[in-house]
């Protein structure tokens, strides 16, 4: 092996256009190490080991900041940033660790491999953006939007012209200042769904307005950076032949709109249901962004434009946009993409804050507060006009005042542009940071949106009189669920005197989208990759209510959300529509033989938070066949279907008997209700007399209205949870459906006692849990009447405004 050079690389300045340029020199071999480590050599002299140190490094840093940051709720962009300031802050206090990192002969690869991660990136972004929102956007949101750029820009513009004439400001300064209020005034559509979905705010009233409104701040502050810039470059060279570009990237648009689009799509169709994409088409879709991104850097743009457009594109949601999100989104976001940051936080320079350039930075600051004001104000305001609530309104102007990355990469390249001086660059990284951080923090732990589940009136089965429908909103998560769903409503004993009104929600996981997704079934074909499914389902729900006709109503509805927030589709529609239960079913699904086949718990974490936040009462079924199965109330021909009421007392299992009521009306079923007493004396029930007399009733009510039925009323004594366990052993025979409340007050402690020590699932309650074990093979409802703190009279409910402002 030849002996290595002492000197790797040079570098020193040269005259350029403008100033002085830094020029390096280094030899073209110093690529790959090759073992040179063995003679002595510094392997971090070559540029592959480098950038390979280089990206461990910044890695594991901003993975560090990330885990140190999070319970203050930032999310993980804004942790690589932070890493990565406070990282090449440290190791700028030592140059030797410096040149040995991050020396000026390796910022070349490092920069080419950032800027194509953050390509990678916006082209995932571009994806998970459902293009479609614009079309339906109302004009009130249009107007929102547009205001939340040009407000804030037009203030400050205004307060900027007069300046000069009050004080002596530098050229320099004055001509940033209008760049700098542009930046600060923009909403990037991925920085307002990325703070969203990390605080489970993505599908709530609050996050479809924010994302609706920062979608098209987003389109408008592209539109008119990119009308400035050129007509800026026009007067600048006093020629207009930069207009030539604009009309080129309109022609660019277009063929990606009817051309590119089109193609993709036809790709998308040719993959069969329940598959996944081919490593061909990946490949197609993955060479097709590198084009764009060329094409794009031909027109004057960032490559990134071109990856961005090309990810609109593509298709949403699964199976074709998830799987491209899936592959290509952990390498860009997790490895490159902080490299990206790396980057730019080299670039912050705090002694340009201070010294001869102080005040320069001061007034600076002053229009970058000016800008965030402003914007948070013209948000507020318009917010409150359009009747947004005033804790909404105020939430709201917070999320659209937080930026990402998209934001960091405009403020880099603005820089890299020398468009804005050192001092500008700085000045906008620290506010953005300060204000997105503090923004997240704040929405945290103020913004509780279960403040709007709190209802007038407890809504019950109890509190629903015979005349009222019966409402119901079920959750389907899979195929598996329908008939055991049907089967529920039909032995719920609909009739034209006992009408009951359903409302049935299609869950699914978010899957490669950035907006939450809420349709009826009429607009399914906004969805294409859950189409088919979710026609299936509803057409079996069609077929309930046409059999059902005058005394069932259906109504379908499709929800896409990540399960942190799932849950808020379905309270929301169940304040909507005065729901008297939720009926969800339970996140275990159960073979042939008995023994358990699939675990969800993205499921379990739904049913959790619909229990603690529900307002109304809510049901968890628990389906092993019994209900949806061969041997359910439709399809037994004639024999009885058997349902068992277990009842110790308390508010849930009264609820519980209000349904066995319903269904005990209905011919072919047969039902036995056991009523377990404990062995306590009076004196010692005494605390609970209010709830003893209540239960009394409503089993004297039972008694009344399901006279000449085919029910029997069986009273069991016990004094421990083993005799109750006992007992229920002795019911498995001859029981289809077991009906159980969840909790059952405190006089029936002692007969439960001692179950939950080897509880698996606390939300079906000691019994519900005994039950949900593999050794009972009937089906299990668990019922949950609503909690009192749910309920508080007086209250307004203010996401109605909200609803009417996002629907058109």
Same mark, same amino acid.
């Given at each position: ?105 390796? @910022?070349? #690869? &490092?920069?080419? *491999?950032?800027?194509?991660?953050? =390509?990678?990136? +916006?082209?995932?972004?571009? $994806? ?115 207009? @030539?570009? #604009? &009309?080129?990237? *309109?022609?660019?648009?277009?063929? =990606?709109?009817? +051309?590119?689009?089109?193609? $993709? ?544």
């Amino acid at each position: 092996m030849p002996p290595l050079p002492a000197i790797v690389s040079s570098e020193g300045y040269v005259p350029g256009v403008n100033e002085p340029e830094q020029m390096i020199c280094q030899y073209l071999h110093l690529t790959n190490s090759m073992g040179c480590s063995w003679f002595g050599c510094d392997v971090s002299a070559f540029s592959v080991p480098l950038l390979m140190i280089q990206l461990s490094v910044i890695f594991f840093v901003s993975q560090s900041f990330f885990y140190l940051l999070k319970p203050l709720r930032q999310s993980i962009l804004s942790c690589q940033l932070i890493g990565s300031f406070v990282f090449i802050c440290l190791v700028r206090l030592d140059d030797h660790i410096l040149n040995q990192l991050f020396p000026e002969s390796g @910022k070349l #690869v &490092l920069h080419t *491999v950032a800027n194509f991660g953050f =390509m990678l990136h +916006v082209f995932v972004v571009g $994806v998970q953006i459902d293009s479609s929102i614009l079309k339906s956007v109302h004009r009130h949101v249009v107007l929102m939007g547009c205001m939340s750029f040009l407000v804030p820009y037009a203030v400050c513009v205004m307060c900027l012209m007069p300046l000069p004439n009050l004080i002596e400001l530098d050229e320099v300064t004055f001509h940033t200042i209008p760049f700098v209020v542009a930046l600060t005034s923009m909403t990037t559509f991925p920085a307002v769904t990325s703070t969203l979905s990390d605080l489970n705010l993505l599908n709530s009233d609050l996050g479809r307005l924010s994302c609706s409104t920062a979608l098209v701040t987003d389109f408008c502050s592209w539109i008119t950076a990119l009308a400035m810039t050129t007509i800026g470059v026009a007067l600048e060279r006093r020629e207009w032949k930069p207009l @030539k570009n #604009v &009309l080129l990237i *309109v022609c660019f648009l277009i063929w =990606m709109c009817y +051309v590119l689009r089109p193609f $993709v799509l036809w790709i998308a169709k040719r993959i069969p249901e329940g598959q996944d994409i081919k490593e061909t088409q990946f490949l197609v879709v993955i060479v097709a962004v590198l084009l764009c991104g060329f094409l794009s850097e031909c027109l004057g743009q960032n490559a990134s434009f071109g990856g961005f457009v090309m990810g609109l594109c593509v298709p949403d949601g699964p199976p074709f946009g998830s799987a491209i999100v899936n592959r290509v989104d952990w390498v860009a976001t997790s490895i490159l993409v902080p490299a990206k940051f790396a980057i730019c936080a080299f670039k912050v320079n705090l002694k340009s804050l201070g010294g001869d350039e102080v005040f320069g930075a001061l007034v600076t600051e002053g229009f970058i507060t000016l800008a965030y004001l402003a914007k948070f104000t013209s948000n507020f305001v318009l917010a409150m006009y359009f009747s947004v609530p005033l804790q909404d309104a105020f939430h709201f102007s917070m999320i659209m005042c937080t930026k990402g990355i998209i934001d960091v990469s405009a403020f880099s390249l603005i820089r890299s542009n020398e468009v804005v001086t050192d001092q500008a660059y700085s000045l906008l990284i620290l506010n953005m940071l300060l204000v997105t951080g503090s923004s997240r923090l704040l929405l945290w732990h103020f913004y509780d949106p279960s403040t709007r589940y709190q209802t007038y009136k407890r809504n019950s089965i109890l509190e629903c009189e015979p005349g009222d429908f019966f409402r119901m909103v079920v959750c389907i998560h899979n195929e598996d669920n329908v008939p055991s769903v049907i089967n529920l409503l039909e032995a719920s004993n609909p009739t034209i005197h006992q009408r009951i009104e359903v409302v049935t929600m299609n869950l699914h996981p978010l899957e490669g989208r950035a907006s939450a997704i809420l349709l009826p079934i009429s607009q399914v074909e906004k969805i294409p990759s859950a189409q088919n499914r979710v026609l299936q389902m509803g057409k079996a729900f069609y077929y309930f209510m046409e059999r059902n006709r005058n005394s069932v109503m259906v109504e379908h509805l499709v929800a896409m959300a990540p399960y942190g927030s799932m849950h808020e589709d379905v309270i929301t529609i169940a304040i909507n529509k005065c729901a008297n239960i939720v009926i969800v079913p339970f996140h275990k699904r159960w073979a042939i033989d008995g023994s358990i086949e699939a675990t969800f718990p993205g499921i379990r974490s739904v049913n959790l938070k619909i229990m603690e936040k529900a307002p109304c009462s809510i049901g968890i079924l628990l389906d092993r066949g019994q209900i949806g199965g061969p041997n359910s109330v439709l399809t037994r021909r004639g024999k009885v279907f058997r349902i068992t009421q277990l009842f110790l007392g308390g508010a849930d299992d009264r609820e519980a008997l209000a349904y066995s009521t319903r269904m005990a009306q209905r011919h072919l079923i047969s039902l036995l209700l056991v009523v377990l007493k404990t062995n306590l004396t009076d004196a010692e029930m005494a605390p609970e007399a209010h709830e003893k007399r209540m239960d009394r009733e409503v089993i004297d009510r039972f008694r009344m209205e399901c006279r000449g039925k085919d029910v029997y009323i069986q009273e069991e004594v016990a004094k421990d949870a083993v005799e109750t366990v006992h007992l229920l052993r002795q019911m498995e025979k001859g029981c289809d459906l077991f009906i159980v409340g969840r909790d059952h007050g405190y006089v029936y402690s002692q007969l439960t006692y001692g179950l939950s020590e080897w509880s698996q699932c606390p939300e079906l309650g000691r019994i519900g849990d005994l039950l949900a074990t593999s050794d009972f093979k009937f089906s299990v409802l668990v019922v949950q009447q609503q909690p009192m703190e749910r309920v508080e009279s007086g209250r307004v409910s203010s996401s109605h405004h909200v609803n009417d402002l996002l629907q058109h």
